[in-house]
């Protein structure tokens, strides 16, 4: 063990953490009034007030047709 070592980050006052959110470092600090969202991985610091989001997933459409007719649950025999 290392004792009188620090192993965790620093977080500031009034920081806002979500569920999920993880951070790393012994040298990482999340500023005062943070706001840090759920399921996020910070491995670096934070600014004060800063907003840390995962960005929002895009919708992907293929307008392509099927080289094989998908069957529905009901067409097939059992």
Do not use: F, Q
Not at 23 to 48: D, Q
Not at 59 to 65: A, D, F, I, R, Y
């Amino acid at each position: 063990m290392l004792r009188g070592k620090k192993r965790h980050p620093t977080i500031e006052d009034d920081v806002i953490i979500y569920s999920g959110a993880t951070i790393l470092g012994t040298e990482t600090v999340i500023g005062r009034g943070a706001i840090i969202g759920g399921n996020v991985w910070i491995t670096s610091s934070i600014p004060p007030n800063a907003t840390v989001t995962i960005a929002a997933p895009k919708l992907s459409c293929n307008t392509e047709k099927p080289k094989h007719p998908k069957k529905r649950l009901h067409e097939h025999r059992l």
